[in-house]
């Protein structure tokens, strides 16, 4: 369908496309170290950069997650390897979408560790997606959660975030529909973001007079905790102080104290005078400085989960004795149906 030239022209001249010869859909680049020239990504400082590659479909697969425009059937596309994105080869330049991996085992459980990446910082998607949108339209706006949305309309969102087969576009939807999701994701964790056997150590770092001398016991206390934990109460740190240091939000670090105590720390008895303590100890957390909640987010380099691609997969597993006795199976069912 394509010829060599229109082929050509789609890289501006920079780089030589044909179709693989084991007759996939993908194309393959015969110089890979002009890629990232060819296709810059947007200059916005992102968590991890995408490992795009081209490729064409030849089914409905939705929409660009940038423009919101439908990716054309059979014309070369764009998608990430680690993270589950689609997007046209023109918004490439302008995309502010984060690469989140996508976890390893996907389950239904509702610990945080089943919702992040392989690789630091492990901070699930659907925060990191709705923390990016909120800050990129929501910093002029005011009620930043602290108005409420439909409930129809968070459990859709949830649910294309957490169990949708590609990253779905935010452009469109309401500011306060992705706060409520961030705040009923927190809800909905079986394990509270700061959990209950490390909640000593957080009171005692922030009984500090003194928000510097609090630093380095509040340090200790984050190292101690997991992960998943850890990278994500620091992305959500850095991102309610800049929630914080925007006056037309009207959200003072008090404001949001009050809002996240119950959901971070989720006491099973929820009486005033640990409503408070909890208080307290998240508004010492907030007046911290950003560089102290950016230590904890540096990225780690992506692992392959595996050395074989699919289609590698496929030419050495689909000749073997298992998968033989399985078509044999299905064969033989098949017969009888008959």
């Not at 003072?252 to 008895?269: K, M, Q, R, Y």
Request: charged share 25%; glycine share 2%.
């Amino acid at each position: 369908m394509y010829d060599e030239q229109s082929m050509d022209s789609l890289l501006d001249d920079r780089l030589r496309i044909h179709m693989n010869p084991n007759g996939s859909d993908e194309l393959s680049l015969q110089r890979d170290d002009f890629y990232a020239s060819a296709y810059p990504q947007s200059p916005q400082l992102l968590l991890r950069q995408h490992n795009f590659k081209l490729k064409v479909y030849y089914s409905n697969v939705g929409n660009c997650v940038q423009c919101n425009k439908r990716i054309r059937f059979a014309v070369a596309s764009l998608r990430c390897r680690d993270c589950p994105l689609r997007c046209h080869t023109d918004c490439c330049s302008q995309l502010t979408v984060n690469c989140i991996p996508q976890p390893l085992v996907s389950t239904k459980r509702g610990h945080l560790s089943d919702f992040v990446p392989r690789a630091a910082p492990m901070v699930p998607a659907l925060i990191v997606h709705c923390v990016t949108e909120i800050e990129a339209r929501g910093l002029e706006q005011e009620g930043l959660y602290r108005v409420s949305s439909t409930r129809e309309k968070v459990k859709r969102l949830r649910h294309k975030l957490l169990r949708g087969k590609a990253t779905p576009h935010l452009g469109d939807k309401d500011t306060h529909t992705l706060c409520c999701c961030v705040k009923e994701f927190l809800r909905s964790l079986e394990r509270p973001l700061i959990p209950m056997y490390h909640r000593r150590d957080f009171v005692l770092a922030t009984q500090q007079t003194d928000p510097l001398a609090a630093e380095e016991p509040l340090y200790l206390a984050m190292v101690d905790l997991p992960q998943s934990h850890r990278d994500t109460l620091a992305f959500l740190m850095l991102h309610w102080q800049r929630i914080a240091q925007s006056p037309a939000v009207k959200m003072s670090i008090n404001n949001i104290a009050v809002i996240f105590a119950p959901t971070l720390f989720d006491d099973v008895d929820l009486n005033l005078s640990n409503i408070v303590l909890w208080q307290q100890v998240l508004r010492v957390l907030l007046l911290q400085s950003p560089g102290f909640w950016a230590q904890f987010l540096e990225v780690e380099p992506l692992l392959p989960a595996c050395s074989l691609d699919d289609e590698e997969w496929k030419r050495e597993n689909y000749h073997s004795p298992s998968w033989q006795s399985v078509k044999t199976y299905f064969r033989s069912m098949v017969n009888l149906a008959d």
